[in-house]
């Protein structure tokens, strides 16, 4: 939800082309910390073997209940798992649905919104139609009955799910991008020069819009990580898999708080929380790098001048 | 007028899009869930009930599907929902429907409100204040707290306020079991001790953004020139605060309210359901649990509603705000 | 950086008829902000003086700093700007050193700003009557009548139809906008109007209408003017004293005539000669080769020299003073040994290369 910058009169702030971009993001605090829990996460998700001995987080081969200690970094479920290797393979799982979903839904946005604006006439109203329609319809309910008449909730489906009703916020910012550069005078040289359609979209026009597409690529992201666990929080996902949300559904279940677990919740919850700290952070990083507006102002206390007067 | 006309026009759009997919979506799913209803029900229900359970939602096999069609946008819009095939088996949707909304409503729909509004009070004075120490506080940690999944939020707050406290705040429902609902004073006092902590949850989630986004737009609107005309005329901070910059700013701020509102019924569900809090979330949910699917299509197209309404209040008061959308007729 | 060497300026001359002090004296002026890139210098040390009824044209490049300076003047800066030096001192006092309140003791009713862009530059929800009113019942504490009355009059001073006190900024069209923005300036007849490009944005036809109705509402009401602006000849024949920026210094200021006629230092000349004159006689059109100097870290010695033609040895090295040029000043080494003008320089203006050839 921070991704959205629009400015007063409701034109989206043009983002710059980011050749200062990678400086700028090396210079910003918040852009350094969301990156080093990104990359400490994705870490984890590519070798989870190395954080934990356990290879099978699920099997139910510990003692239940157990507090913390050297052996069990986070106590055991009262299942008998260790809470500590859970939360380390989870994190495949709910790193890949925010990652994958954020990107099908971030390309389905792109795709709309640049050809909505770029055709304009009908094809803009029927694409602006649709996408009206998507952003309103409430996407949890719509998630819930969808997933509850497909069955089985497997991965794809959820998937699937998160991409059909993530989409729509980003084409929507991508239309109101595409059309304040559309009479851009490069883009008016590429027409005159006589340049195919899709050419001048997406050899032209797009590289400039790189850092919004970023943003939101990481509201998306964010929205699928989010949304995911919660779906698998009151029992949609896959109850057998192996990741956070599920993690929070089998704790609530067994009433972790109440019995003296609480790690158990906390654990799982805090990670989605990081994960999802770190898009923010990012994202919002990004909105201070192309707003100079929005940089951090220390307020300067300069001496008064001293006054010459003749 | 133009404006009103094309916004209600939107409204109707819509609102058919979703009661289409509605009908539409148990047909096209594999399997026979119609089958599934009438194995589970037909030896409690009777075949009269069972075939008002089925019109809900505009299951008449031997009809034209058209016909169908019709019959069911006829029945939703005459609170025909038809009966609940959960839990509360036989029980009229719509009584249930009516018994949770004013739930919802008080607890998700009140602390929506009030998280946008203090959000976006507490955004203007951080963006006026820019450079003081509020305002480096301010974003990091209202950047972390947006992006915590309400449910987890609510969790934490049942362990610290409730479980360590060995129930100072309780955390389930909304009124205690042995009491009886009435419009007494300690009722009331009840009533609004199970309701902080859900309150709270919501709050905190959601206040984030309202805070962040309108920093940023309000900043963005400082650096307007006709802001440095009202310094220049000599208006008082006040007045340039509020008339010149936050009514500006204001705008976006508002689109943004209704377009995200989707996002925000998704947590007040989780939320109802982490306090079983009994509005149209929690219902929602047992629906989902105990394959109601009558239960379901009433919610969802309720919740489809909500959000349609609360955007085309948004847009009417924009529209009153904003002269030049007035005249220009919408987006 | 070089240090800069001291230098006179007074005996600013005779073409005034000055009686009491000047209205507005700016002395010493220096305005930085902090960039990326490192400390910026928009204003290094601006001298410059206004009086009564005067009409002053600031004239320079995009980023010379004219509009910081302006801003400077009427303490308009945006936070990141910040005075670090110099007076500002109207009727006396010195503004630079005021706080906001007593600023806004002053503001509106004894000087007043009319900003360029009058799109953005007037609060786009409110009508124009809603912001005239801000502005009366900030300082003054008149009737609805008075009020009223006085916002009337003042949008037939400027030839709109009052009806328009009920508009909205985006109903009207710029020419209108930027007349509205002169008319809500003159609400209380102040004694100095500040102008930042009030003409910019309009077709060539608006920008005289406009240029000759200030100056016709000037000699009514006695007010003066500082008019920034990048089209010299645009203010040419409408002010009495003309200033020429660069690189955030003034190069050139002396009496309209002087200074547009015979302009003395290379940079005014180049300014000249970018605009044809329609009826003087058809000469090659020339820019000044070269772009403005980076602020962070200007040129050594004369910051023009770069795109100078006329750039001698020590003009790479120390920073010129100003030197008197007949009633101007100029900041050029050209003009060390004062002579009366350039070298063969005749009464029209040519090239800046035929000047050479001569």
């Known amino acids: 939800m921070t991704g959205l910058l629009v400015d007063t009169s409701g034109r989206a702030v043009t983002r710059r082309r980011g050749s200062g971009l990678t400086a700028a993001i090396r210079r910003s605090r918040k852009a350094q910390v969301g990156l080093v829990i990104l990359l400490v996460f994705c870490i984890i998700a590519v070798v989870p073997g190395l954080f934990t001995s356990v290879r099978h987080p699920n099997a139910l081969q510990f003692t239940p209940r157990l507090g913390p200690s050297g052996e069990h970094w986070l106590g055991t479920t009262s299942l008998g798992q260790d809470i500590w290797a859970q939360l380390v393979y989870g994190t495949r799982q709910s790193l890949v649905i925010a990652v994958v979903a954020g990107l099908f839904a971030t390309v389905l946005s792109v795709l709309v919104g640049v050809t909505a604006a770029y055709l304009g006439g009908l094809p803009d109203d029927v694409l602006s139609m649709i996408t009206s329609v998507f952003l309103v319809i409430p996407t949890f309910p719509l998630i819930i009955i969808f997933a509850t008449y497909a069955g089985k909730s497997t991965l794809i489906v959820v998937l699937i799910v998160l991409v059909v009703t993530g989409w729509s916020y980003g084409a929507n910012q991508m239309r109101a991008q595409m059309l304040s550069l559309r009479n851009r005078e490069f883009l008016e040289s590429a027409r005159v020069r006589g340049e195919r359609r899709t050419y001048i979209i997406f050899a032209e026009a797009l590289p400039t819009m790189t850092s919004l597409i970023v943003a939101i690529f990481l509201g998306a992201a964010l929205y699928s990580l989010l949304t995911a666990a919660g779906l698998q929080f009151i029992g949609l996902g896959d109850p057998d898999s192996s990741s956070w949300g599920t993690m929070l559904y089998w704790s609530e279940s067994q009433s972790a708080l109440q019995t003296g677990m609480p790690l158990w919740s906390i654990a799982p919850g805090l990670c989605v929380a990081l994960l999802g700290v770190s898009f923010a952070l990012i994202n919002y990083a990004f909105d201070e790098i192309s707003n100079p507006a929005l940089r951090p102002v220390r307020r300067r206390h300069v001496k008064r001048a001293r006054v010459r007067n003749t | 007028m133009r404006y009103v006309v094309r916004r209600l026009g939107f409204f109707a759009l819509t609102l058919w899009v979703a009661l289409t997919l509605n009908f539409f979506i148990p047909r096209f799913m594999p399997g026979n869930p119609l089958d599934a209803l009438r194995a589970r029900t037909h030896d409690r229900l009777s075949p009269a009930a069972l075939e008002q359970m089925l019109t809900s939602y505009g299951f008449k096999p031997h009809q034209n599907i058209f016909v169908q069609y019709l019959e069911y946008l006829r029945n939703m819009f005459t609170g025909h929902w038809g009966i609940s095939i959960g839990a509360t088996l036989g029980e009229p949707v719509s009584t249930i429907v009516w018994q949770a909304l004013p739930w919802t409503l008080g607890l998700v729909g009140v602390t929506t409100v009030l998280a946008f509004l203090l959000g976006s009070l507490i955004g203007v004075v951080a ?79 959601s206040i984030g953004a309202w805070i962040l986004t309108m920093r940023n737009n309000m900043i963005t609107t400082l650096a307007e020139d006709y802001v440095r005309m009202g310094r220049a005329k000599g208006l008082s901070n006040h007045r340039i605060m509020t008339d010149y910059a936050a009514r500006n700013a204001m705008l976006p701020n508002l689109s943004g309210f209704a377009m995200s509102l989707g996002f925000v019924i998704t947590g007040s569900i989780l939320v109802e359901y982490v306090f079983n809090y009994p509005g149209l979330g929690y219902q929602l949910y047992n629906a989902v649990q105990n394959t109601d699917y009558p239960l379901m299509q009433a919610l969802f197209m309720l919740f489809t509603v909500a959000v349609l309404v609360a955007l085309l209040v948004c847009d009417f008061a924009i529209a009153w705000l904003d002269p030049r959308v007035r005249a220009t007729g919408g987006r | 950086m070089s240090s800069e060497p001291e230098f006179e300026i007074r005996d600013l001359d005779v073409a005034y008829t000055a009686s009491d002090g000047p209205l507005l004296e700016v002395l010493d002026l220096r305005v930085e902000y902090a960039t990326a890139g490192g400390l910026v210098r928009a204003v290094d040390g601006v001298d410059m003086e206004v009086r009564k009824g005067e009409f002053v044209a600031v004239v320079g490049e995009s980023g010379c700093g004219k509009s910081t300076l302006l801003f400077a003047i009427a303490r308009l800066l945006s936070p990141s700007a910040v005075i670090t030096g110099g007076s500002v001192a109207f009727r006396g006092q010195n503004l630079v050193t005021m706080t906001d309140k007593e600023l806004n003791a002053l503001r509106w009713r004894d000087y007043s700003v009319v900003m360029q862009s009058a799109m953005n530059a007037l609060n786009p929800v409110t009508t124009i009557g809603a912001q005239f009113k801000d502005s009366i019942d900030a300082h003054a504490k008149w009737s609805v009548a008075q009020t009223a009355q006085r916002c009337v009059e003042v949008m037939k001073l400027v030839g709109i139809d009052p009806i328009h006190l009920n508009s909205y900024p985006h109903q009207l069209s710029g020419g209108m906008r930027q007349r509205a923005m002169i008319a809500m300036a003159l609400l209380f007849t102040p004694d100095l109007v500040i102008m930042d490009e009030p003409t910019s944005g309009l077709d060539v036809v608006a920008q005289r209408l406009l240029m000759v109705q200030i100056k016709e509402l000037q000699q009514k009401l006695g007010f003066a003017v500082i008019f920034v602006t990048h089209d010299m000849s645009l203010v040419s024949h409408f002010s009495d004293q003309l200033l020429v920026m660069y690189a955030g210094q003034v190069v050139e200021i002396g009496p309209t005539r002087a200074v547009f006629d015979s302009p003395s230092h290379p940079y005014s000349r180049g300014l000249l000669d970018a605009f044809p004159s329609i009826r003087g006689p058809r000469v090659e059109l020339t820019g000044i080769a070269g772009s403005p100097p980076d602020l962070s870290n200007p040129p050594d010695g004369c910051r023009f020299h770069p795109r100078c033609a006329f750039a001698m040895a020590a003009c790479f090295t120390e920073p010129p003073p100003l030197y008197r040029v007949g009633p101007a000043l100029s900041r050029c080494h050209l003009n060390a040994h004062e002579p009366a003008e350039l070298p063969g320089v005749p009464q029209e203006h040519p090239g800046i290369a035929e000047t050479m050839r001569t």
């Open chain 2, 127 to 205: 963006a006026w204040r820019r450079g003081g120490r509020l305002d480096s506080v301010l974003p990091p940690v209202f950047v972390v707290t947006s992006a915590l999944p309400y449910f987890w939020v609510g969790l934490m707050l049942i362990l610290v306020f409730s479980v360590w406290t060995h129930g100072w705040l309780p955390s389930d429902f909304n009124y205690d079991p042995d009491l009886l609902p009435e419009f007494s004073l300690g009722f009331i006092e009840n009533v609004l001790k199970h309701a902080v902590l859900p309150a709270a949850t919501i709050l905190i989630a």
